[in-house]
């Protein structure tokens, strides 16, 4: 067995000034060449771990720190995070922070720079470091002009270049499109399996990358939970904490399928053969709730990020009516952010128009951004004021500082900020959300939902997210972007499980029109092996109710079977899928 | 919108020559305007420092430096004239102004301020130029063996102050959002939580500078003087630049004197200095396009 790479024994640390610790009796082995993937809650201890394993904990930070942590065979707490950079990189969450020069060519030049290397050595470095990430393209452009999608994979390069033998990354995907986000998952397992570098991935929205895992381990409180296959971890989070199990684990769960699958291949493996029954087309839901809440009228907006004015919405046309819930998806530069934007009359058309007859108010993508003051209170100064802040839920928190609040409670001061004084005697108006679920755990997802749901009871709401699963859990309408333009818009059942990127873990799975929730996925299932039986039998095809117990499933070979149903059954689930 | 000085690689002499000689190329024009102080030789400086800007594609950092000083430059003429009170030719006379009491204002005091503002704006104008066209972590590179803590404290100022730049820009956009119960989000409140976020950005930028090796020790000198094709025309023209001004000052010619009348050199050999000063300016750029057209030829050939 080799020597392991990362060795923790008893690690505990505490962050200066803070009364509780963020990491105990951390006890991990890492061998070289393993990926594994880092779950848990937020403030479990994620970012702190990885920060320690780099050096940053305790030479940067400070703080309290016993234990041991070996790196390579270098003791993290002699050596600080420049001797141990040769062999650990670290890509953190924000990557605006995470670029230093003006050109990307210089901020990969810069690590190899300053170790010494000649320049004939830097020069081929930079070229295979930016040939492994396919951005040689981006080499001279100016770090200013690049999308966050971008700047991660140049944060990444910048990592990557030294050709450490481990590698950290702390939530990377957070900011990225389900497109980017797959696209740097899977460059990772590739840059994994081809240059041998282990991988430690800190990651909430583990669907996407556990299918690449070898290992999963789960912290809870700054300890360590879980330590084990991608497998063996999602029975685990179904028996502990169903927050971190992904949509496909709940699908099986609730279908009754063992085993319990680490991404959509292995579920379609278990599937192969099984029935799955076709929905049921549903009634398009209707809104007539009075005139539309948002209007946009053939409207063009034209943006100048430097290097000249492009058109980023090209000739928009959509209705919000009053109680909707508004999924606004597409990649990133769709125009998501520029539609609210200009909802929220801050950008001006430069043709057609785009209305909010009863008002707009728009939470930005970083609520922070609206946290000016020391105390909570003086943001919302006077009776009208503290009546906002108890409508959601921060009336006892009226003396703290806002940035002792959690995410969750900065998050919905942000939305008082923003909505208070907006509610007339009338109906309110449309509440646009940016990106509200970057960083967010499932259960602080859960809680947002929940106000989403009465914030449209009041107005309508309209969410610009990358977030597949959350659309699919709050919205009952999604409109998808591209290039400016509404290139999809309809219920998520339809939208969601359409297509391969913008479509739910499920949707994925079962590539069954309209089933992009474990639940409605789960019953599918049930349906189909149910009317298979009942086929069989002679009996009326009644949907039953989703079976309790598990199910060792072993693939079978049903396919003449799947044929007697007339089309009401797939022959094979997995066919079309590229 | 990228801010008007903002770094923006434009391929010719001076974004693509070797950090040493495009510094050097940019401060001869701030060099000649130090050293002498005679109009026509100004007049030539900040012909040279226009032209070397344009050719340079710096448009709109001259444009931007040319308007801060114009309105700095209209202040030191108005405080020179009110506070110097030399000059034989009396403009005004026996205003009464709170503290200070009578002055006079004469065209002396008025000229010697418009020299002194002529010389900043050249200054200003030459670093404006410099910041937009010279790629800053070639210059930062050039740096850092010799001055370390330096480099690395511009270094971090580099990166902040575009940051502080953006976040500033959301600040104000999200303040605009703030519904009408919020406390209003006054200037005094943004920039006070614009320094924390900036405090906040700073510890980031320097944390990956530390995982980025800063801390490992002395980087290389290997390629600290890597030349371009560009750098002999930058040097040359940087020297034929500053001389004509320190030449015309060392040969007695180019002076001014304001008082006890306004008096400069308006002689045959300043006025051919000045004029070198743009043509010496326009060189590189002149050979490099030169160089271009007499390879196209040959290639189209």
């Not at chain 1, 690690?11 to 200066?16: D, E, F, K, S």
């Not at chain 1, 394993?53 to 309290?64: A, N, Q, S, T, V």
């Not at chain 1, 605006?96 to 030049?109: F, H, W, Y």
């Not at chain 1, 597409?330 to 609210?340: D, E, I, P, Q, V």
């Amino acid at each position: 067995m080799p020597d392991p790479l990362v060795s923790i024994c008893g690690l505990a640390y505490r962050y200066p000034g803070a009364t509780e610790p963020a990491l105990g009796g951390i006890d991990l082995q890492v061998d070289p060449g393993e990926f594994v993937v880092l779950a848990g809650r937020s403030g479990s201890g994620k970012s702190s771990l990885l920060r320690a394993c780099c050096g940053l904990i305790p030479h940067y930070h400070g703080g309290e720190i016993s234990g041991r942590v070996e790196i390579a065979g270098l003791d993290a707490r002699d050596h600080g995070p420049a001797e141990l950079g040769g062999a650990v990189g670290l890509v953190a969450q924000d990557p605006e922070s995470q670029v230093i020069s003006t050109t990307v060519r210089a901020e990969l030049e810069l690590p190899l720079e300053i170790r010494g290397e000649a320049p004939p050595a830097r020069a081929r470095a930079v070229e295979e470091a930016a040939l492994a990430l396919a951005m040689p393209h981006l080499l001279d452009r100016g770090v200013d002009t690049l999308s966050g999608g971008e700047l991660q994979r140049v944060a990444l390069a910048a990592a990557l270049v030294l050709r450490p033998r481990l590698i950290l990354l702390d939530e990377p995907t957070s900011q990225l499109d389900p497109v980017a986000g797959d696209e740097l998952t899977w460059l990772l397992r590739r840059l994994n399996e081809e240059w041998g570098m282990a991988v430690i991935l800190a990651e909430h929205r583990l669907e996407r990358c556990l299918a690449v895992a070898d290992r999963v381990v789960a912290l809870e409180a700054g300890r360590l939970a879980f330590s084990g296959t991608p497998e063996a971890f999602l029975d685990w989070a179904l028996a502990h904490d169903v927050a971190l199990a992904t949509p496909g684990a709940r699908l099986f769960e609730l279908a009754g399928l063992r085993p319990l699958p680490r991404g959509v291949k292995a579920a379609r493996a278990t599937l192969a053969g099984l029935r799955v029954a076709t929905p049921e087309p549903r009634p398009a839901s209707e809104h007539d709730n009075g005139p539309p809440v948002l209007r946009a009228r053939d409207a063009w907006v034209e943006l100048d990020s430097g290097t000249g004015a492009r058109d980023v919405l090209r000739g928009i046309d959509l209705e919000v009516g009053r109680g909707e819930r508004v999924a606004l998806m597409g990649r990133n530069g769709a125009g998501k952010s520029t539609l609210m934007r200009a909802a929220a009359g801050l950008l001006p058309t430069i043709r057609g128009r785009i209305e909010a007859p009863s008002g707009c108010a728009l939470l930005p993508q970083s609520p922070a951004d609206l946290l000016l003051r020391e105390r909570v209170g003086d943001e919302l100064p006077g009776v009208e004021g503290t009546a906002a802040l108890e409508r959601v839920g921060l009336g006892a928190k009226l003396d703290a500082d806002p940035r002792d609040l959690s995410g969750g409670e900065r998050q919905r001061l942000a939305l008082a900020i923003v909505t208070a004084g907006r509610e007339g005697p009338g109906p309110a108006g449309v509440v646009c959300l940016d990106e509200p679920t970057r960083g967010m755990d499932r259960a602080r997802k859960d809680e947002l939902g929940a106000w989403i749901d009465e914030l449209a009871a009041h107005g309508a709401v309209l969410v610009a997210t990358h977030d597949v699963e959350f659309a699919a859990a709050f919205a009952d309408r999604v409109i998808l972007l591209g290039e400016g333009t509404v290139i999809a818009d309809g219920p998520p059942d339809e939208i969601l499980s359409g297509g391969w990127y913008f479509a739910t873990e499920v949707a994925r799975i079962l590539d069954t029109p309209g089933a992009i929730s474990p639940e409605a996925g789960a019953s599918l299932i049930a349906a189909g092996r149910f009317r298979h039986v009942a086929r069989a039998s002679g009996e009326a095809a009644v949907a039953p109710a989703v079976p309790a117990t598990p199910i060792a499933l072993q693939p079978t070979d049903t396919g003449r079977e799947a044929e007697d149903v007339g089309g009401v059954i797939p022959e094979d689930p997995g066919g079309g899928v590229p | 919108m990228r801010p008007a000085l903002a770094y923006r690689h434009r391929p010719g002499p001076l974004g693509d020559g070797s950090a040493l000689a495009a510094s050097l190329f940019c401060a001869a024009p701030a060099g000649a305007a130090l050293v002498s102080s005679d109009p026509i030789v100004l007049a030539g400086a900040l012909a040279a420092v226009v032209t070397a800007g344009l050719l340079a594609g710096a448009r709109r950092g001259l444009a931007l430096a040319a308007r801060w000083n114009l309105g700095l430059g209209v202040i030191l003429i108005a405080v020179n004239g009110l506070t110097s009170q030399r000059g034989d030719t009396v403009l005004v006379h026996g205003i009464v102004m709170p503290l200070i009491g009578n002055v006079d204002i004469s065209a002396e005091a008025l000229g010697e301020g418009a020299v002194l503002a002529a010389r900043i704006g050249i200054i200003c104008m030459a670093f404006a130029v410099h910041a937009t066209t010279v790629d800053p972590d070639r210059v930062l590179r050039l740096l850092r063996p010799i001055a370390r803590r330096s480099a690395l404290t511009a270094t971090l100022i580099a990166r902040t102050v575009p940051l502080a730049a953006r976040d500033y820009a959301r600040l104000g956009e999200a303040s605009a959002l703030r519904g009408p119960l919020a406390a209003p989000a006054g200037r005094a409140v943004l920039a006070r939580r614009l320094v924390a976020g900036s405090l906040d950005r700073a510890v980031d930028v320097a944390a990956t500078l530390e995982l980025r090796g800063y801390g490992h020790g002395a980087p290389g000198r290997a390629d600290r003087l890597r030349r371009s094709r560009h750098d002999t025309a930058l040097v040359g023209s940087a020297l034929a630049l500053f001389l004509a001004s320190a030449g015309a000052r060392l040969a007695g010619l180019a002076d001014f004197r304001a008082y006890p009348a306004l008096r400069f050199d308006a002689g045959a050999w300043t006025i051919a200095a000045a004029l070198a000063m743009p043509l010496a300016a326009a060189a590189p750029f002149a050979l490099a396009a030169l160089r271009s057209r007499i390879v196209g030829g040959r290639s189209r050939a």
